[in-house]
């Protein structure tokens, strides 16, 4: 039966990708949202003591249908820990009566002994909801993206084609239902690839792969498509319409994104087929204009994890477990201009599921001297087992063309087994302890392969590893 499981050293809520408000003065507008993840992770490591019986505070059943799909979104109700902070997760299942496929839950900060911030054992169910169609194979993107004010939450239903075509979703945040008796949310919709505007009549009401981005101040979704089309839509957190789309790759999938509508003109960053790296600028208004494209790998599906773009020094970050040769796995460092500045190999190409890079507290800060980035390598490939690395940059914040740090095995399990991989989640925490100095903790989602009686000669299994 799967579970959402809340770790002691740190609740999974930390590993998220995207998130929604942001603290601090860091230099790039990911490093400004990870910044806000750190202030939580600082929240729950002085109100949650550490129960050294049991690994987790809690764990929530849900459902059988399960897993969740990718880490969950947290909201603050206030600058102070509070009962009423909540967390939202899709459920990687089709939405269905008895199956709720995004839950929000709230009173979080308890433990199994009844002796944590919150009364009671268990965090309580806010709020269950059916969101979308029950279709055969229909799933919700894991990516939830909620207003400032925590009443609005924005979810993509993938659809399974014209019939069910690809749908943004703007909920209102209620109460109300159950995992296993879900409700239905209120709020608006738009299948944006259904066509019929002026401003995007070529669509034809397919399905979606990649996950919706949201640029907060202009309050402007980016979205993909199966078809190759890419989407600028407006009015993200009321009712939401097309401003404009166009076909990049006619007949290929959109399977990541990444916008940048800062002191650039606006720039998205495109992934088509999980192996072409696209940039197109769409400054217009009314069309997305080609910059430059470059194939990443002939393989089709390489790129696995989100690519991660720094709008303040123009680069772009993308893990691929075959490179343009087919011969090796990369971490690869683009620029704005198209140009390939650096070049790490994590080991032979394989189809190995790879995760991005994570920058740490220096890269976001602006301290080139000692910037940094971590990432899991694969020395024997898909049949080995992961080790860890890091690599700095040079004056001109290109990375460096050797690691700093690699080969680290320090993040398996004693009992991790053939096959063992790094999840795609990352994160770092930084302690602010000045003595004897300051403490980065480095977090690491492994989905690990073990040797357990009771579960038969192998089993699979989810762990949160805390490095110093």
Known sequence: MPFLSWGQEFPNIQMAQRFIDHAGQEKTYLGQLRASRREIARRKRLISPINF?????????????????????????????SCDDWIAFVIDAQGTSAQANLVFLTNLYVNSVGTGFC???????????????????????????????????????????????????????????????????????LSYTVGGTTNCPSATGTSASADPVIWYASRHIYVGDDSGRLYQLANAFSTPTINFCTTLAAGTKVTDLE??????????????????????????????IPRWNHAVSSTTNSITDYIQVDGSLNRIYLVSNQDSTGTNAVLEQWDYSGTLDSTLVLGPASSQQIAGPIWD??????????????????????????????????????????????????ILPVLAGLGTVCNPSFGYYEDDSTSPKHNIDIITY???????????????????????
């Open 259 to 288: 916008p940048d509508e800062g002191p650039t003109p606006t720039y998205v960053t495109v992934v088509l087929a999980g192996r072409v790296l696209r940039q197109v600028d769409g400054s217009s208004g009314t069309s997305f």
């Open 53 to 81: 019986a049991n690994e987790n505070d809690w764990a929530l059943d849900i459902g059988s249908n399960g897993p969740a799909a990718g880490p969950g979104t947290f909201y603050a109700s206030g600058s102070t820990p």
């Open 119 to 189: 009364a009671g054992t268990a965090p309580l169910v806010m709020a269950a909801y059916k969101v979308g169609a029950s279709a055969a194979n229909n799933r919700l993107a894991p990516s939830i993206w909620v207003n400032s004010i925590g009443t609005k939450a924005v979810v993509l239903e993938k659809g399974t084609g014209p019939a069910n075509p690809a749908t943004i979703h703007v909920i209102t945040i209620g109460t109300g239902g159950t995992v296993s008796g879900p409700i239905a949310p209120t709020g608006t919709t």
């Open 361 to 410: 507290h220096n890269y976001s800060m602006n301290v080139n001297a000692s910037a940094t980035l971590y990432f899991c390598t694969y020395p024997l490939a898909a049949l080995g087992t992961p080790t860890f690395a890091d690599v700095g940059f040079d004056i001109s914040w290109n990375m460096n063309s050797t690691p700093s740090m690699s080969g680290n095995t320090n």
């Open 446 to 468: 492994l989905l690990w392969k073990f040797s357990a009686p009771d579960l038969g000669p192998w089993g699979m299994r989810d762990r949160f590893l805390l490095l110093h």
